[in-house]
């Protein structure tokens, strides 16, 4: 399943698309429960019959430990890509979801930025700004030491999310900010002026800024999956309803020829994790981690066989194949 023409139209556009029914509902449930435990150690129904029973609730938000800056670990588990879970970390396998990111970026030749469970809990949640007009930015600095670019496509990259459960309005749904992803390099000069841009990315009030068009609530179904541009101004809402969360399954991906300037860890630091999932995943969700592609001249007998040794568990096959071919 591929992006229709109309879709990656819009997407390139708007900075953003919302994409129905690339996760099977059934894979995306067995993971929002593994991203409970994570989070809450049970599920997010007994967490909340334990905050009610107690009248407190416990902060869920992970500590960084890593050497590598990355989105941390719970009491319970790792949030960070990979979690060790493989109805967590496997949703990365999905093709049509590859493809559909393919597309977004232009080029087959894709690269691994960074990737965690993101979730806000409604009751302890304050990630977010005090009013509607503040909290606006763009998330590039976190994979690029960059600034914006006229040339979008050449050097944004692209932020995506599997939604692990519906996120009505009430569920403190994502603001984007639709076509800033092309206005932003244009206006920067005069937000910087004016004082109205802080830090690598934040916007003091969107209300000074008559270009941009009314922010959008990024609301959709489970198994929905949101691809936007790192150059896309976005906030945070507060949750309606704090009885609910928000569980986001997040990557970020970058065209190759951008890497070297567009990424957060090499997870090879993070052999622990690293070398389990790397094992069991297939060849394409490799290279996005930098491992050459099946066919490249590194693969030889001799590596071939170091790799055996290296990685037991792992399918060389389609190495050897195109080695062979
Ligand atoms: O939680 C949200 O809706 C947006 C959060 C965000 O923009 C961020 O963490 O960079
Ligand atoms: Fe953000």
Same mark, same amino acid.
């Given at each position: 399943?591929?992006?229709?023409?109309?879709?990656?139209?819009?997407?390139?556009?708007?900075?953003?698309?919302?994409?129905?029914? %690339?996760?099977?509902?059934?894979?995306?449930?067995?993971?929002?429960?593994?991203?409970?435990?994570?989070?809450?150690?049970?599920?997010? /129904?007994?967490?909340?019959?334990?905050?009610?029973? #107690?009248?407190?609730? /416990?902060?869920?938000?992970?500590?960084?430990?890593?050497?590598?800056?990355?989105?941390?670990?719970?009491?319970?588990?790792?949030?960070?890509?990979? #979690?060790?879970?493989?109805?967590?970390?496997?949703?990365? /396998?999905?093709?049509?979801?590859?493809?559909?990111?393919?597309?977004?970026?232009?080029?087959?030749?894709?690269?691994?930025?960074?990737?965690?469970?993101?979730?806000?809990?409604?009751?302890?949640?304050?990630?977010?700004?005090?009013?509607?007009?503040?909290?606006?930015?763009?998330?590039?600095?976190?994979?690029?030491?960059?600034?914006?670019?006229?040339? %979008?496509?050449?050097?944004?990259?692209?932020?995506?999310?599997?939604?692990?459960?519906?996120?009505?309005?009430?569920?403190?749904?994502?603001?984007?900010?639709?076509?800033?992803?092309?206005?932003?390099?244009?206006?920067?000069?005069?937000?910087? /002026?004016?004082?109205?841009?802080?830090?690598?990315?934040?916007?003091?009030?969107?209300?000074?800024?008559?270009?941009?068009?009314?922010?959008?609530? #990024?609301?959709?179904?489970?198994?929905? %999956?949101?691809?936007?541009?790192?150059?896309?101004?976005?906030?945070?809402?507060?949750?309606?309803?704090?009885?609910?969360?928000?569980?986001?399954?997040?990557?970020?991906?970058?065209?190759?020829?951008?890497?070297?300037?567009?990424?957060?860890?090499?997870?090879?630091?993070?052999?622990?994790?690293?070398?389990?999932?790397?094992?069991?995943?297939?060849?394409?969700?490799?290279?996005?981690?930098?491992?050459?592609?099946?066919?490249?001249?590194?693969?030889?007998?001799?590596? %071939?066989?170091?790799?055996?040794?290296?990685?037991?568990?792992?399918?060389?096959?389609?190495?050897?194949?195109?080695?062979?071919?």
């Amino acid at each position: 399943m591929a992006l229709t023409q109309a879709q990656l139209d819009k997407f390139h556009e708007d900075g953003f698309l919302i994409v129905e029914d %690339v996760f099977d509902k059934k894979d995306v449930e067995a993971a929002r429960i593994e991203m409970e435990k994570i989070f809450y150690g049970t599920s997010f /129904e007994d967490y909340l019959a334990k905050s009610d029973a #107690t009248g407190k609730a /416990e902060s869920t938000d992970p500590t960084s430990t890593a050497a590598v800056p990355h989105y941390g670990e719970t009491k319970h588990g790792r949030a960070q890509f990979p #979690t060790g879970i493989d109805a967590l970390d496997r949703l990365i /396998e999905n093709e049509d979801y590859l493809d559909m990111y393919e597309q977004c970026l232009g080029t087959p030749d894709m690269s691994y930025c960074n990737g965690h469970l993101f979730l806000r809990s409604g009751p302890t949640d304050k990630r977010h700004a005090e009013h509607p007009w503040q909290g606006y930015h763009i998330d590039h600095a976190t994979n690029c030491f960059l600034p914006p670019s006229q040339e %979008v496509d050449l050097y944004n990259y692209v932020n995506s999310c599997v939604y692990l459960h519906d996120v009505e309005d009430d569920g403190a749904p994502m603001q984007i900010i639709p076509r800033t992803h092309r206005q932003i390099i244009d206006l920067l000069p005069r937000l910087i /002026e004016e004082g109205n841009w802080t830090g690598m990315g934040g916007i003091n009030d969107i209300r000074e800024i008559p270009e941009f068009c009314a922010p959008v609530a #990024t609301t959709a179904k489970a198994g929905s %999956v949101r691809f936007n541009s790192s150059y896309g101004v976005h906030a945070a809402i507060p949750f309606k309803n704090k009885r609910r969360q928000r569980g986001y399954w997040t990557l970020s991906l970058c065209r190759g020829d951008s890497s070297q300037f567009t990424k957060l860890s090499n997870l090879w630091r993070e052999r622990d994790f690293s070398i389990p999932f790397w094992q069991k995943t297939t060849p394409r969700v490799r290279a996005l981690f930098g491992w050459p592609k099946p066919g490249h001249s590194y693969y030889t007998p001799e590596t %071939v066989e170091s790799l055996a040794h290296w990685y037991p568990e792992m399918d060389l096959e389609p190495y050897q194949k195109a080695m062979e071919a």
